[in-house]
């Protein structure tokens, strides 16, 4: 607040306000929040910015984009690294492996395990584009 960063500012306040949300919805103090839930809040407004600015940026609004962009660079900090391509495929590889999974009958029962093993660290529809290129061989 005293650097007048406005966009920080904005973001922070965002993240904060969802977080109470989330305590109030389950009951919880707001540090008793699992880590899977903030990361699951924190990755949504992360999604929520990058989408709203290249909707800005297709219209032509570069001041309005700028400002989403800066906003997702704040909650991205806040973000773990995510995974390579090729760290997401050796995770896949190995969740075949252990489950046994060999066809596409088999996508929900990988899907399920990879979504949790990598929640916040890779997309969901990267990481369903893996496992189904995986499941087609």
Same mark, same amino acid.
Request: aromatic residues 2%; glycine residues 6%.
């Given at each position: ?26 009951? &919880? /103090?707001?540090?008793?929040?699992? /880590?899977?839930?903030? &990361?699951?809040? &924190? ?5 929520? !910015?990058?989408?709203? $600015?290249?909707?800005? +940026? %297709? ?5 309005? %984009? $700028? ?8 909650? +991205? ?16 590889? #190995? ?7 060999? #066809? ?27 496992? !189904? ?5």
């Amino acid at each position: 607040m005293r650097k007048k960063d406005r966009e920080r500012l904005a973001a922070l306040r965002d993240v904060k306000s969802k977080l109470m949300l989330e305590a109030v919805r389950t009951g &919880l /103090d707001g540090n008793e929040i699992p /880590d899977a839930n903030v &990361l699951t809040i &924190l990755t949504k407004l992360y999604k929520q !910015r990058s989408e709203t $600015a290249d909707i800005y +940026a %297709e219209q032509g609004r570069t001041d309005l %984009e $700028a400002e989403e962009r800066a906003q997702a660079a704040v909650i +991205a900090e806040f973000l773990p690294q995510p995974l390579t391509e090729e760290e997401i495929q050796t995770e896949v590889q #190995s969740i075949l492996s252990e489950t046994g999974a060999s #066809s596409m009958a088999d996508m929900g029962k990988v899907m399920g395990i990879a979504s949790s093993r990598m929640a916040g660290k890779a997309d969901g529809k990267v990481i369903a584009t893996i496992v !189904r290129a995986a499941l087609n061989r």
